[in-house]
């Protein structure tokens, strides 16, 4: 079955530490990964996104992923993070043949403390 | 540059009524989906259209139904409501790429927040 799992359902860090989030899927097939991050009250955004080509890829607000086909994972990072990206993220994926629709990770939540 | 457009943003209702929700996908985009976030929950697609067919089917309940129209706008319809449908609803959109392949990515609206009372 094609699935997108997320480790950590919450991840406390302090101001200016580096993190990581960590998403694995299950497939069979192809498939291309997304990150969406979500404000509270907010919709989704769009942080970055693997479709094909280099495995390292960067997104907004200085986050960057690493899509590893060996390990199915696209573990989400920043070096260096700020109060304002206390947030939920969440992990998605379109697997080949599904029509385009989004499966989603449970997300993982983002604590920044000073 | 323009974004989803979702209306209303809020919506109470009582339960066994009707509620309609409106989607306007970003301009030239031709494909809607329809998301469904419960409190706590990851979003769950539940119904998505590529111009003005139903391309794909998740799990929406057989009390919701849903359209395309010529100008690219979707309404999902929901009746019967029930307090378990209360959640946020999230319309995104997105334009086919010269393949027809998964290559669409997806731009969400800001959603509308459902409460059944």
């Known amino acids: 079955a094609q699935s997108v799992t997320q480790l950590d359902s919450q991840v406390p860090v302090f101001e200016e530490a580096p993190v990581e989030l960590r998403c694995n899927y299950s497939?069979?097939?192809?498939?291309?990964l997304f990150w969406y991050v979500q404000y509270p009250n907010q919709g989704l955004q769009l942080l970055l996104k693997?479709?094909?080509?280099?495995?390292l890829v960067k997104g907004i607000n200085g986050f960057e992923a690493e899509f590893n086909k060996s390990q199915t994972s696209f573990h989400l990072r920043k070096p260096s993070v700020h109060i304002s990206d206390t947030a939920e993220y969440f992990c998605?994926?379109?697997?080949?043949?599904?029509?385009?629709?989004?499966?989603f990770g449970a997300g993982t939540r983002l604590a920044v403390h000073p | 540059a323009a974004g989803v457009i979702q209306s209303p943003r809020h919506l109470i209702k009582e339960k066994r009524e009707t509620a309609t929700l409106k989607c306007y996908p970003i301009p030239r985009h031709d494909t809607v989906y329809w998301y469904q976030q419960g409190p706590g929950q990851d979003p769950q697609f539940l119904i998505s259209f590529y111009e003005k067919m139903q391309s794909d089917k998740g799990s929406i309940p057989d009390r919701f139904s849903a359209q395309q129209f010529s100008d690219y706008h979707s309404e999902l319809n929901m009746s019967s409501l029930e307090l378990g449908d209360s959640a946020l609803y999230f319309c995104a959109s997105s334009a086919s790429g010269t393949s027809g392949g998964t290559q669409e990515t997806q731009y969400f609206g800001p959603g509308t927040r459902l409460l059944v009372l």
């Open positions: 497939s069979s097939v192809s498939v291309y």
């Open positions: 998605a994926a379109q697997f080949s043949g599904g029509y385009n629709k989004l499966i």
């Open positions: 693997y479709l094909s080509g280099s495995t």
